[in-house]
């Protein structure tokens, strides 16, 4: 890779990071009159979390706008600067998703942002992403469940398809999904775990 290449992919991570670190889940409950997403439940920022205030709506929203904000980096950076700066963009995206500068790099767990850059990147794998996830989270009612073994299987069948490249990203962005849920791993471990549709209840993490 020559240095102009080089550029091209640290601007594209930039740019990716940036648009990942929009918090949507604060702004759209803030903008509902809801109640900080960040002061109920998990104290999380997602949608899984907002969807706690009883808002099925701001929920949908946030999700949405989680998704989105990756998709639009990558395929708007790789529009511009091609597809090698669009995976630059991918990781910048989720990083900004995660630790995003606006909420002191306190953010969420990346699920939806995943999800959202699959679709910019390997839409079939985002496909097989969600029927995933929606066979675990029907099965055991565990939201992050579903989503640490949709994100296990993702890079396995993106390496399958062929592209090498990608497999590695998302399989980096996998390892990086499991650490962000490692409190909720404890909790399924000790059958503590909130299922979809609980009620809400103090933050317990943040």
Same mark, same amino acid.
């Given at each position: 890779?020559?240095?102009?290449?080089?550029?091209?992919?640290?601007?594209?991570?930039?740019?990716?990071?940036?648009?990942?670190?929009?918090?949507?889940?604060?702004?759209?409950?803030?903008?509902?009159?809801?109640?900080?997403?960040?002061?109920?439940?998990?104290?999380?920022?997602?949608?899984?979390?907002?969807?706690?205030?009883?808002?099925?709506?701001?929920?949908?929203?946030?999700?949405?706008?989680?998704?989105?904000?990756?998709? +639009? +980096?990558?395929?708007?950076?790789?529009?511009?600067?091609?597809?090698?700066?669009?995976?630059?963009?991918?990781?910048?995206?989720?990083?900004?998703?995660?630790?995003?500068?606006?909420?002191?790099?306190?953010?969420?767990?990346?699920?939806?942002?995943?999800?959202?850059?699959?679709?910019?990147?390997?839409?079939?794998?985002?496909?097989?992403?969600?029927?995933?996830?929606?066979?675990?989270? +029907?099965?055991?009612?565990?939201?992050?469940?579903?989503?640490?073994?949709?994100?296990?299987?993702?890079?396995?069948?993106?390496?399958?398809?062929?592209?090498? +490249?990608?497999?590695?990203?998302?399989?980096?962005?996998?390892?990086?999904?499991?650490?962000?849920?490692?409190?909720?791993?404890?909790?399924?471990?000790?059958?503590?775990?909130?299922?979809?549709?609980?009620?809400?209840?103090?933050?317990?993490?943040?």
């Amino acid at each position: 890779m020559n240095g102009v290449a080089v550029l091209r992919v640290l601007a594209a991570f930039v740019f990716g990071y940036l648009c990942g670190s929009i918090p949507f889940g604060v702004l759209v409950t803030r903008l509902a009159g809801a109640p900080d997403v960040r002061t109920i439940g998990s104290g999380n920022i997602g949608a899984t979390n907002v969807l706690r205030t009883g808002r099925k709506a701001l929920a949908a929203a946030t999700l949405l706008g989680d998704m989105l904000k990756g998709t +639009a +980096a990558v395929l708007i950076v790789g529009h511009l600067l091609g597809r090698e700066a669009a995976m630059g963009a991918a990781l910048g995206a989720f990083l900004g998703h995660l630790f995003p500068v606006w909420l002191k790099f306190k953010g969420g767990k990346g699920v939806a942002t995943y999800i959202g850059l699959l679709v910019g990147l390997t839409w079939p794998a985002a496909i097989v992403f969600c029927l995933t996830w929606l066979a675990v989270a +029907a099965l055991t009612r565990y939201s992050s469940l579903a989503a640490l073994v949709a994100s296990a299987a993702t890079p396995v069948f993106v390496w399958v398809c062929g592209d090498a +490249a990608e497999a590695a990203l998302f399989g980096l962005l996998s390892i990086l999904l499991w650490i962000m849920h490692r409190g909720n791993i404890d909790r399924l471990l000790h059958g503590s775990e909130s299922k979809i549709g609980s009620r809400p209840q103090p933050a317990t993490e943040h």
